[in-house]
């Protein structure tokens, strides 16, 4: 069993900057990838970044270039650092583990989710 918990999230002026970070217990190896999502009210979940377990990466078009995501496979712990946030990135923010080689934003393909951490930009 997988457990995911992200922290980070907070409020921040347009132009700033956040780093959220998600923890994994259980077991996070080789054949597992992680991303990030976000959903806004009202809205469907966005995938917004992934990365395999060897450091390939897919990013959502609205944040390729603003966004970075990273994990630390010893420690099991997945980042996404967040500039030039916008108000349009205002959302909960949901990492996820799913058994898969290849980086994706689909969310069907993956199998554990964590609860979320509030991202609000004004």
């Known amino acids: 069993q997988v457990q995911l918990v992200e922290s980070g999230g907070g409020s921040v002026q347009a132009g700033g900057s956040l780093r959220l970070s998600c923890e994994a217990s259980?077991?996070?190896?080789?054949?597992?990838?992680m991303g990030w999502f976000r959903q806004a009210p009202g809205k469907v979940r966005e995938g917004v970044a992934s990365i395999n377990f060897f450091g390939y990466i897919v990013y959502g078009f609205t944040v390729k270039g603003r966004f970075t995501i990273s994990r630390d496979n010893a420690k099991n712990i997945l980042y996404l650092q967040m500039d030039s946030l916008k108000p349009e990135d205002t959302a909960m923010y949901h990492c996820a583990a799913g058994r898969g080689l290849s980086a994706t934003l689909t969310p069907a393909e993956y199998d554990y989710w964590g609860q979320g951490t509030q991202v609000t930009v004004s």
């Open positions: 259980g077991v996070i190896n080789s054949e597992y990838s």
